[in-house]
């Protein structure tokens, strides 16, 4: 096991990508704080991973109150000890341009998926200071690197987490405080079904998404927790300022054309 004796905080635990990386985490030793605003489905996580013999500790927090973050933090360390990685995974998709975007929407998504990475990365610093480092873990997504229709304020929001995450790295690397993001893909998760049931052609565009993905599949959240087991882990002891593309092919370029069904040779 990877994480045996690191003790992490996850935001957004209580389903998709966040659940998944919680359950991921213990499986390889480590103590999970599971922070989220959903206080059901997140106390049914840290059960779940209590049956399973790994240790949890479930905390309700709202990544959008400054204050409320402090206290996560403040509790973690006090039922840990010590906090080894944040892992910032709260986030919320709200579709429009910026022609019908309101002013309240682009707030709540800016200061949820952007905002919230800052407050919760401030307010760990100074315990990451003391311990002689730590982990910085963000879920970015390919939306940073890619211009989509309709989605304003999400994509501003990834792209900006992409460029807060390498400043954190260089802020922090005196530090031994390591900061990086994932940038994943097409992910079967409820938001994106949310994504999708907006879609004047929800199936249409599930099979669009898949086509679009070289490697045939939609992506799970499991992959996206593989990797942040990895960036956790020491392994990925001189990795910092990085944002890791996990998207089964998508960014790699346009299809041009279809593969032949009979290819000659």
């Not at 939306?143 to 460029?163: F, H, R, T």
Request: with cysteine; hydrophobic share 45%; glycine share 10%.
């Amino acid at each position: 096991m990877r994480l045996v004796g690191k003790n992490t905080i996850v935001t957004g635990a209580a389903s998709g990508i966040g659940r998944e990386t919680a359950i991921r985490f213990a499986e390889e030793g480590a103590a999970v704080i599971c922070a989220d605003l959903d206080d059901d489905g997140n106390r049914a996580v840290a059960h779940g991973i209590a049956e399973q013999g790994g240790t949890a500790f479930p905390v309700r927090v709202d990544v959008t109150d400054g204050s409320d973050v402090t206290r996560l933090i403040n509790e973690s360390v006090l039922v840990c000890g010590k906090i080894d990685v944040l892992v910032n995974n709260a986030g919320v998709t709200i579709l429009g341009g910026v022609a019908e975007l309101s002013e309240a929407a682009w707030r709540q998504e800016i200061e949820t998926n952007l905002g919230s990475v800052y407050r919760m990365s401030k307010a760990i610093w100074p315990h990451f200071v003391s311990t002689c480092g730590g982990a910085i873990l963000n879920t970015a997504s390919i939306a940073g690197v890619l211009a989509a229709p309709q989605d304003a304020a999400y994509v501003a929001s990834k792209a900006g987490l992409i460029m807060l995450t390498r400043c954190m790295a260089l802020d922090g690397a005196p530090d031994k405080i390591r900061a990086n993001c994932i940038c994943p893909g097409f992910i079967d998760t409820p938001m994106f079904d949310g994504f999708l049931a907006n879609q004047p052609d929800p199936e249409a565009s599930r099979a669009k998404a898949r086509d679009r993905t070289p490697l045939g599949r939609l992506g799970t959240p499991r992959d996206i927790a593989n990797g942040f087991v990895y960036l956790a882990s020491d392994d990925a002891m001189w990795i910092t300022g990085t944002a890791l593309i996990i998207d089964g092919g998508v960014t790699s370029g346009l299809p041009l054309w279809e593969k032949p069904k009979n290819p000659t040779r």
